[in-house]
């Protein structure tokens, strides 16, 4: 209806030292609907996970990045 804000969708990935999978991983998912991200949560990775995630999120316009407590801050703003 006229006036409302549209829908935006969005899916949580949580990843801890995958720096040997995550570039695969993320590359095959496709993301058809404009609306719709992913956001992966690193959760403290200590290998090159975070910098490959953050490279990728300068590629991909659906891939959003963040900590785990960036992600709960997150949540308790856009969650009604």
């Known amino acids: 209806a006229k006036g409302e804000k549209p ?16 570039e695969g991983l993320i590359r095959t998912l496709e993301w058809e609907d404009t609306r719709e991200q992913l956001i992966v949560i690193d959760l403290g990775s200590t290998d090159d996970t975070r ?5 990728l999120a300068e590629d991909l ?6 900590t785990q407590e ?3 801050t997150y949540l308790s703003v856009h969650t009604p």
Do not use: D, K, P, W
């Open 7 to 22: 829908i935006f969708l969005h899916r949580a990935l949580g990843v801890y030292n995958c720096e040997n999978s995550i």
């Open 51 to 55: 910098e490959i995630l953050n490279r």
């Open 61 to 66: 316009s659906f891939i959003r990045v963040m």
């Open 70 to 72: 960036e992600y709960f």
